[in-house]
């Protein structure tokens, strides 16, 4: 054994130093970077252009000291593309939404010249700029004994000093994992920026000497410093800049943005294959199942189940062959953690998955991913390549005799195949149509062999787990659920992206604090989480705390952590019909009460949103989607009628509203509405008529319009050309 | 049909990755594989190409083109020159992508499934594509279009005509 472990560091010590050299070799430290992301997103919002108008810039300047670096996704979608500058010495500086003129200007003004535009910034704009800003922990958790909040403290303590804005500027943060047991409830924690300091404060002479020691005297108080070995501190000095603005806690997500996805060698620097390393120096599988299992690690996929008991499942399975997959089919629309995961941080995933095969025994495994994510593919495949490279992937890895190989999957979009059955047998080149289970994959799944399948941030946890301690992951999240969850935000919101906080957050703080609530001043109405097997969460429950249990209870589930925002325009019963008309659409077609079930739900609610329903009918639709949850196959059918259950069970006035007053509340339902034409709004600029594609709209220049209701077709073209809000929706 | 026609219609390209394929412990479980390379190779999957697969891949041409059919991805029809995918999934959704796709089918006179009269655009109509932030999104081949708005369609549809004929001269 002794040896097997000697082997193993000194051939990840070679490593290391290999990917030492390299970056030394890239430029000195007082170097200015410029930090641009690159994932399909972020691509889609325009970042290759701001890259290679970046890059003409630096060649022009002649300067040797500026690099130019790529990056995965932060996850702020709406604020892409956007464009880091760190400057020695200065507070970093995001910008967002970076054009081809900004980027002139950020490069003329903040890179050659030091002035940095800001108006222009990332959730901007700022004032002024500062010397330091002093991020303090407002979770709850760590909170401490004394009677004035730690914020207010700081506060005052700055305003009684007379510290001006331009010194330093305040603000609160997420957890910033460095809350122990033992510490709960007796401190709080700081961070200083730029200099990325982490103190621990346990009361207000604490703040004191900071603001006398290091703001003022430029010292950093050693005795106050989160001490060695936590995560909080290794965090900080690595991810402080990104990780936690917006008030979020990553740890799944922690690279994403901030490495380059394509070098090893920077992913080495962020700690890389360090968690393999030790696992293969201790050379006891059952002890990376045990730190497993010890950290409350449940699957992100949607089910939720405990990874550390699955992998136990899989290890004890019977010998010979075994499969590892990474399920990466991502199908649940509206959710896109996983591709950004793997966009951003491939090697994360693929090293959680290298010690997940050590864990459980398997000697191949397979990344099972859809082919709409071109980019995502590229980059797990670049990814693998350099693993066999650097021999971390093959034969005898890092010289302890294990033996792994990884290749890719691909799916061909079918929704269906993101179910573990079904995505056994598309592995095995079958249509992907889910079987009966038991057995579970665990026992008997690719070629009837044991297989172990786990989601992408399920995989993407496991190495900060090892790194940092599964006490420490455990601690994060609830009594029963360790650690973060990613939740994509997206629809009516008006921050789109990707959030990722502890379990047990409430809805309120993703959605209203992260999110900045519904985009254009609309009213929140709903929540959608789940996707087509969840449900919907009215606005008044925004207390409810994120969890997998939590969110079951009201109705719903926590899914792969998609969360679509609903704002008073929408149309429940509308919503609840789209889902279903997805979930009848990726029926694999195999048992009736699917197949069958769906369909006839569907023309139930075909017929409400064209307003022939009739009370009977809702009542018709329940039992239909009761019996089609119990008398289904598999997850899909099982789960297709929750979006129309809890549609009923929160806005079931709006079902009554369609069947008995024929009245759509929402005003969205074609068949329900029809378009008037306000005379006194109307100054006859002829531009409905003129776009009416079937010409039912009367009128003379600069005299009122009239729109012919039996001949219109509702297509709304009227009412979206009108500029000035003459054609009404009723 | 013989091995030498089945390795002529599929080309020598498909025909050695279909024997590095079954060398593999289970060729069978390329089957997607080499289906999806023969996609990009000629746009659709065509009856002869069904068949030359499950020849040089000894997989019975039943399941191929059973496996053809189930999965969405796969098209059993030529497709224009280039790809539209209009994204179809829940965030596209609530922000409008029915005005976008009614739009698009406007514009190009064709519905989901279809290829417009001069050949250049097949419209498809697919379950999020991941950029669900900036919806509404379509993706035109492998470029993702973010926000697009029904103003936008004409446009963007130019842009491809123009690089089109750019290609031809
Ligand atoms: C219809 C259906 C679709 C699913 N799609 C996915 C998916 O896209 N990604 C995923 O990780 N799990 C998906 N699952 C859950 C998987 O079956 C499986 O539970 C999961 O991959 C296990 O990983 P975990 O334990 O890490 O969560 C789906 C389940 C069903 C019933
Ligand atoms: S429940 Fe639906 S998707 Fe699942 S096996 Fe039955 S028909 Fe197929
Ligand atoms: S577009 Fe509006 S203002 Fe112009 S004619 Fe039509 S209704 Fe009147
Ligand atoms: S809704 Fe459409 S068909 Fe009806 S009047 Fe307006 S433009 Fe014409
Ligand atoms: S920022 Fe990449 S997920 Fe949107
Ligand atoms: S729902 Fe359209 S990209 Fe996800």
Redesign the pocket.
């Known amino acids: 054994m002794k040896t097997v472990a000697s082997q193993v560091s000194k051939q990840f010590n070679a490593l290391s130093e290999r990917a030492q050299k390299h970056l030394k070799s890239l430029g000195h430290p007082q170097s200015v970077v410029i930090q641009v992301g690159s994932a399909t997103c972020e691509n889609a919002a325009g970042s290759r252009e701001v890259r290679s108008e970046f890059q003409k810039h630096i060649a022009a300047s002649g300067r040797d000291d500026i690099i130019l670096r790529q990056t995965g996704c932060t996850g702020r979608c709406s604020r892409e593309p956007i464009v880091s500058v760190f400057k020695p010495g200065q507070v970093p500086i995001k910008y967002e939404l970076v054009n081809r003129e900004l980027v002139h200007e950020i490069f003329t003004q903040h890179v050659l010249a030091g002035e940095p535009l800001l108006d222009k910034v990332l959730d901007g704009p700022m004032t002024h700029m500062y010397r330091y800003e002093l991020l303090y922990c407002a979770s709850e958790r760590c909170g401490w004994n004394e009677t004035k909040s730690c914020g207010d403290a700081l506060r005052e303590k700055i305003a009684a000093k007379g510290l001006g804005k331009e010194t330093l500027r305040v603000d609160q943060a997420s957890c910033f994992g460095a809350c122990g047991v033992e510490q709960i409830g007796k401190c709080s924690h700081i961070l200083v920026r730029p200099d990325k300091v982490l103190y621990r404060i346990r009361s207000e002479a604490d703040i004191d000497t900071i603001i006398d020691e290091h703001i003022l005297g430029g010292q950093i108080v050693d005795k106050l410093v989160v001490p060695g070995k936590t995560v909080g501190r290794k965090f900080m000095e690595l991810y402080g800049d990104v990780s936690f603005f917006n008030r979020q806690s990553r740890v799944a997500m922690r690279h994403n943005g901030v490495i380059d996805p394509t070098s090893m060698e920077e992913y080495f620097r962020y700690r890389g294959f360090h968690a393999l390393a030790t696992v293969l120096e201790k050379g006891d599988p059952n002890w990376v199942i045990e730190q497993i299992t010890e950290a409350k690690l449940r699957g992100r996929g949607g089910g939720g189940f405990s990874t550390g008991a699955k992998w136990t499942m899989g290890a004890n399975s019977a010998k010979g062959v075994r499969y590892l997959v990474c399920n990466a089919d991502e199908g649940d629309?509206?959710a896109?953690m996983d591709r950004s995961m793997l966009e951003s941080d491939p090697l994360n995933v693929v090293e959680g998955m290298i010690i997940g095969a050590y864990a459980i025994g398997a000697t191949q495994g397979y990344v099972y991913i859809r082919a709409e994510y071109p980019l995502a593919i590229e980059r797990i495949k670049h990814a693998i390549q350099l693993c066999r490279e650097w021999g971390l992937l093959g034969k005898d890895i890092l010289g302890s005799g294990f033996d792994f190989e990884l290749d890719i999957r691909l799916g061909a979009g079918a929704f269906v195949c993101g179910e573990e059955t079904a995505l056994i047998h598309s592995i095995e080149g079958e249509r992907g149509q889910p079987r009966f289970r038991p057995p579970y994959p665990t026992e008997s799944g690719i070629w009837g062999r044991p297989t172990v399948i786990n989601n992408v941030e399920t995989f993407a946890n496991i190495t900060a787990i090892l790194n940092y301690g599964a006490d420490w992951f455990g601690q994060i999240g609830t009594e029963v659920s360790g650690g973060t969850k990613v939740f994509a935000l997206?629809g009516k919101v008006l921050h789109t992206g990707l959030v990722e906080v502890p379990m047990g957050t409430t809805l309120h703080d993703v959605v209203m604090e992260i999110g900045g609530g519904a985009a254009g001043k609309k009213k929140l109405k709903a929540i959608q989480t789940g996707g087509s097997a969840g449900g919907f969460i009215p606005a008044k429950w925004l207390d409810t705390k994120i969890d997998f249990d939590t969110l079951n209870k009201a109705g719903s589930i926590m899914g792969s952590g998609g969360m679509i925002v609903l704002d008073e325009d929408d149309c429940m019963v509308d919503i609840a019909k789209f889902f279903l008309v997805f979930s009848q659409e990726e029926s694999c077609g195999k048992c009736t009460p699917c197949r069958e079930g769906t369909t006839r739900m569907l023309e139930i609610l075909n017929k409400i949103t064209e307003g022939r329903g009739t009370e009977e009918d809702i009542e018709r639709l329940e039992r239909l989607a009761k019996l089609a949850q119990k008398a289904s196959l598999c997850g899909l059918g099982k789960t297709a009628p929750n979006p129309v259950l809890s549609t009923l069970e929160h806005f079931r006035e709006e079902f009554i509203a369609h069947v008995i007053e024929k009245r759509c509340p929402a005003k969205k339902c074609t068949a329900l509405i029809h378009y008037v034409i306000d005379e006194e709004k109307c100054i006859g600029c002829t531009a409905c008529a003129r776009n009416c594609p079937v010409n039912c709209i009367a009128g003379q220049r600069k005299q009122l319009h009239v729109i012919d209701q039996e001949h219109c077709i509702k297509c709304g073209r009227c009412f979206e050309v009108c500029r000035f809000e003459a054609v009404i929706k009723e | 049909m013989v091995e030498a026609d089945s390795r002529a219609v599929l080309g020598e390209d498909i025909a050695e990755f279909i024997d590095e394929c079954r060398k593999d412990e289970h060729p069978r479980g390329l089957l997607i594989a080499v289906l999806h390379k023969v996609q990009a190779k000629f746009g659709f999957l065509d009856g002869p190409h069904l068949d030359a697969v499950a020849q040089l891949l000894r997989v019975p041409a039943a399941d191929v083109s059973g496996v053809a059919s189930f999965y969405h991805y796969f098209r059993l029809k030529p497709r224009g020159k280039y790809m539209i995918h209009i994204?179809?999934?829940?965030?596209?959704?609530v922000k409008g992508?029915d005005l976008v796709a009614a739009k698009l089918k406007d514009e190009l006179g064709i519905t989901f499934g279809e290829t417009s009269p001069d050949g250049m655009f097949s419209l498809e109509g697919t379950?999020?594509?991941?950029?669900?932030g900036?919806?509404?999104?379509m993706m035109i081949d492998e470029n993702v279009h973010a926000e697009v708005t029904p103003d936008k369609i004409p446009v963007i549809l130019e842009e491809y005509l123009q690089k089109a004929r750019a290609e031809k001269e």
Do not use: D, E, H, W
Request: charged share 5%; with cysteine; glycine share 14%.
């Open positions: 629309p509206g896109f997206a | 994204c179809m999934g829940t965030a596209c959704f992508a379950r999020c594509i991941g950029t669900c900036l919806a509404p999104v």
